[in-house]
């Protein structure tokens, strides 16, 4: 089945504590990004990847870090996360940039930084 | 860059009425539209999208229309069903990113 796999689904940690949300898609999709949802903001994105070791900013990616070494799987750090960081947060991907490609989302990562 | 604002926040209607949302964008430059749509615990799933050379499209009970002259596009859902309850977000292609707007909450009254 076609699916972006996130994990965890929930997480409650502490502030300062570095955490990694993992993101892995079996559709052989290049382009894959991290957004995160707030109420009332939509959806932001943080950062996103057009291809292995090919990474770029989005519109909020302070305080957070991805890596695309192999094609199905696009980690999202946060080396230090803050109480500002408690949001949801979906990984998306998509065979090529979303310019006309339906973007397939995984099921969201809700993070709750204390 | 592009910014994308979506009305209404929140949207009550009866089923079987129709429901419309609305949605602006700032740059002249994007030329593709999706509408997505986001049901309680889940990711969104594209519902309808609409390319600029285009000025509207159909499928069964959803459409969409653009006006690229006024810079806005709208979804229209015909016999609204309780299947039809959810978050839906419009959203624009930019410099290979999509910009969305901020959801509206269809409600279906019975």
């Known amino acids: 089945e076609a699916q972006v796999t996130q994990n965890p689904r929930y997480l409650i940690t502490v502030t300062g504590k570095k955490l990694t949300v993992t993101c892995s898609q079996n559709m052989n999709h290049e382009y894959m990004s991290w957004y995160r949802q707030d109420p009332g903001l939509g959806l932001r994105q943080i950062y996103y990847?057009?291809?292995?070791?090919?990474?770029d900013k989005g519109d909020v990616p302070e305080g957070y870090k991805v890596s695309r070494k192999e094609k199905r799987n696009f980690p999202l750090i946060l080396e230090s996360p803050s109480p500002n960081q408690t949001s949801l947060y979906f990984c998306?991907?998509?065979?090529?940039?979303?310019?006309?490609?339906?973007?397939?989302f995984g099921d969201g990562t809700r993070l709750s930084i204390l | 860059g592009e910014n994308v604002e979506q009305h209404p926040s929140t949207l009550s209607v009866q089923e079987g009425d129709s429901a419309v949302i609305k949605c602006t964008y700032s740059?002249?430059?994007?030329?593709?539209f999706p509408w997505y749509k986001q049901e309680l615990g889940k990711g969104p799933q594209l519902i309808i999208d609409?390319?600029?050379n285009v000025g509207e499209k159909k499928d069964q009970r959803i459409a969409v229309t653009l006006n690229k002259t006024a810079k806005h596009f709208s979804l229209h859902i015909t016999e609204t069903q309780p299947e039809d309850s959810a978050v839906y977000f419009c959203a624009a292609h930019s410099n290979y990113q999509l910009i969305w707007g901020a959801g509206t909450k269809l409600i279906i009254k019975p």
């Open positions: 609409i390319r600029s």
């Open positions: 998306a991907s998509s065979f090529s940039a979303p310019n006309n490609q339906p973007q397939h």
């Open positions: 990847s057009m291809n292995v070791e090919v990474t």
């Open positions: 740059d002249s430059a994007s030329n593709y």
